[in-house]
């Protein structure tokens, strides 16, 4: 009986999706073996932009170590409700110097959401500026040296758009957000002390 049961970050598109996960192009993140189709996961709703969409994830199974794990498209991110582009907006307006009460008033959610977001997002902020500068790096080695920002939250934005911009020029176009959150597993603005993705 498999076991296990990661979150696996892929694409915002499903038949494209399953067409790789039939074809085994997808690699487990427990082994690096082959991913299989496996079910469903539960259905799940998530507050985008536009309103809420409820939508229900596939399952995986690896070949070789039989652990299962949940393919979360990179509009997501990890145990959250909202998108990450409106998780996005958030943090954009935050380094414009909106405060928590007119980010939450324009995006029509709760000021602690709204504060958890930022506070996350600012406690792992140098994480985050190392980790998107490597990627940035690893896709366009002709970059510049990158100019120091005045804060770490500044400086992981800042990765943000050099790594996404190169991701978009070399692999294709994905929206800024969706890359962000391929990029860290998901993990933008969680609570966990699990390794980001590593450039590749």
Not at 49 to 73: A, I, N, W
Not at 75 to 104: C, F, M, N, P, W
Not at 134 to 154: H, K, M, V, Y
Not at 168 to 178: A, E, H, Q
Request: proline share 7%; glycine share 10%.
């Amino acid at each position: 009986m498999p076991g296990g049961n990661l979150v696996l970050i892929v694409e915002n598109d499903a038949t494209r999706v399953d067409g790789a996960l039939g074809a085994g192009q997808l690699a487990c993140p427990h082994c690096g073996g082959e991913l299989r189709p496996w079910g469903w996961a539960r259905s799940r709703i998530l507050r985008r932009v536009d309103g809420p969409y409820e939508h229900r994830p596939r399952r995986s199974c690896c070949r070789e170590c039989r652990k299962t794990s949940v393919l979360l498209p990179d509009v997501s991110l990890l145990r959250r409700v909202d998108e990450a582009a409106v998780i996005g907006t958030a943090l954009l307006e935050r380094t414009r110097g909106a405060g928590q009460r007119t980010i939450a008033k324009v995006l029509g959610r709760p000021r602690e959401t709204v504060r958890g977001w930022l506070r996350r997002f600012e406690e792992n902020a140098q994480k985050l500026a190392a980790h998107f500068s490597a990627w940035a790096f690893a896709l366009d080695a002709r970059l510049a040296e990158i100019e120091p920002s005045s804060s770490p939250f500044g400086a992981a934005l800042e990765g943000i758009g050099l790594a996404t911009r190169a991701a978009n020029i070399l692999l294709g176009p994905r929206p800024v957000w969706s890359w962000a959150s391929a990029m860290t597993g998901g993990r933008l603005v969680s609570n966990t002390n699990t390794p980001f993705p590593a450039p590749r």
